[in-house]
């Protein structure tokens, strides 16, 4: 962190931050004084034995990826963004990589939520897609076109002047939003990427790179950061809350520093989760490995405090509402029942993980934490949504979509 932060708003941006309030939350739900939720531990071995039997069913092999944007390039065995990546990788692995950033930052801030009645017919592949899936598809078509590039001769990359001139039009027609194909928050979606524009612009030591400011310009700041060749993935996080603070609204703030997504909890105080960035920084792994730098501490990043991996310990009756009607209102994201449910959430996923790697015969090194997350929690979570609600989430929570 730089100077500019205080140490005050320093100590909740980081991945430890939302570790050690996690386990804050988890203590009072064990003591049973946290308010809003109970804790059943012993639906939690049971819990476990679903999970491992979601990740032997999808992954027999358990040769399971980390849970990252790259997973939603895949369809049907075929990973578009490989392909693209190959016109640059062949050439130059630090401008592949430069790219990779450049995609991932964008892709992950256009996924905001699709809905139910959106779909994206892609035309090089005539695959059709939908949600998260879709969104990401649509990004990926619309970075191969050079949208987010000011220059044409140049187009697999964000910069800050195609991020600028990016608006709501430009992305309803990439996204083929039309009547009986809608698709909200175009407007916020695109003042979202205008708003990077002016994150990567304030802060040329970590994204400018021969004197053009992009988001892909963080590989190289992450990479002078890296000791011997090797990064910690904490500090990959670090960097982002660092760098793309700015682009959130509405958020909480600590003597002038942007919280992002940090809540205040009356048994908790501000609570640090970070969900959108710690997705970010277990994405972007990938392509500084791709590139030559060893990370490290991969499970010194969190579990992320998602409706899919919250919603499996509800589910599974792990957690449970005090109020049960309470399942039936509306809550905002910065609700104190929401904070603390996304809290636990993380909590419980550091605690299922040594259980589900129990159940698999896997150890630690080999299944770290973005694995079991993709194998895994957010799968079985995913898998009992269906079940129970169609899909839906288990609350209902009123968010922009860069918390969920």
Same mark, same amino acid.
């Given at each position: 962190?730089?100077?500019?932060?205080?140490?005050?708003?320093?100590?909740?941006?980081?991945?430890?931050?939302?570790?050690?309030?996690?386990?804050?939350?988890?203590?009072?739900?064990?003591?049973?004084?946290?308010?809003?939720?109970?804790?059943?531990?012993?639906?939690?071995?049971?819990?476990?034995?679903?999970?491992?039997?979601v990740v032997r069913r999808q992954y027999p092999t358990l040769d399971v990826p980390f849970h990252a944007r790259w997973r939603h390039f895949v369809f049907r065995g075929q990973d578009f963004w490989r392909e693209t990546a190959l016109e640059v990788s062949w050439r130059d692995r630090d401008a592949a990589a430069r790219a990779a950033f450049d995609l991932a930052i964008t892709s992950v801030l256009l996924d905001a939520g699709a809905g139910d009645a959106w779909r994206f017919h892609d035309p090089n592949s005539d695959i059709v897609a939908d949600r998260s899936e879709g969104l990401a598809l649509a990004s990926l078509r619309l970075f191969e076109w050079g949208a987010f590039s000011n220059s044409p001769q140049d187009p697999l990359r964000a910069d800050a002047a195609g991020l600028a001139r990016f608006d709501a039009a430009?992305?309803?027609?990439?996204?083929?939003?039309?009547?009986?194909?809608?698709?909200?928050? #175009?407007?916020?979606?695109?003042?979202?990427?205008?708003?990077?524009?002016?994150?990567?612009?304030?802060?040329?030591?970590?994204?400018? #790179?021969?004197d053009t400011a992009r988001p892909g310009g963080m590989y190289d700041a992450l990479k002078a950061r890296a000791v011997e060749g090797a990064l910690p993935a904490p500090a990959i996080l670090d960097a982002l809350l660092e760098g793309l603070g700015p682009i959130w609204e509405n958020r909480p703030v600590l003597d002038g520093a942007p919280l992002g997504d940090c809540?205040?909890?009356?048994?908790?105080?501000?609570?640090?989760?970070?969900?959108?960035?710690?997705?970010?920084?277990?994405?972007?792994?990938?392509?500084?490995?791709?590139?030559?730098?060893?990370v490290t501490k991969i499970d010194g990043l969190t579990g992320l405090a998602e409706y899919r991996n919250g919603g499996l310990f509800i589910d599974s009756g792990v957690l449970a509402l005090r109020d049960a009607s309470a399942i039936n209102a509306v809550h905002q994201v910065s609700d104190p029942l929401v904070v603390s449910w996304r809290s636990l959430t993380v909590a419980l996923l550091d605690r299922i993980a040594p259980l589900v790697r129990e159940r698999?015969?896997?150890?630690?090194?080999?299944?770290?934490?973005?694995?079991? #997350?993709?194998?895994?929690?957010?799968?079985?979570?995913?898998?009992?949504?269906?079940?129970?609600?169609?899909?839906?989430?288990?609350?209902?929570?009123?968010?922009?979509?860069?918390?969920f």
């Open positions: 962190m730089t100077s500019r932060i205080s140490e005050s708003a320093r100590a909740l941006l980081s991945a430890a931050a939302v570790r050690s309030h996690a386990d804050a939350a988890f203590a009072l739900a064990q003591s049973g004084t946290l308010d809003d939720w109970t804790l059943d531990l012993a639906k939690l071995p049971a819990c476990a034995d679903f999970v491992a039997g430009a992305l309803a027609d990439a996204f083929q939003v039309r009547p009986g194909n809608p698709l909200f928050g #175009l407007e916020g979606r695109a003042a979202l990427l205008n708003r990077l524009a002016g994150a990567v612009t304030a802060r040329p030591d970590l994204f400018a #790179l021969n809540w205040p909890h009356p048994q908790l105080g501000l609570t640090p989760l970070h969900k959108l960035s710690q997705w970010l920084a277990y994405s972007l792994i990938e392509p500084l490995q791709a590139a030559g730098v060893t698999l015969g896997v150890s630690a090194e080999q299944f770290p934490l973005a694995r079991v #997350l993709e194998g895994g929690t957010w799968a079985a979570g995913r898998v009992l949504a269906r079940e129970k609600r169609g899909g839906l989430p288990p609350l209902r929570i009123i968010s922009d979509g860069t918390v």
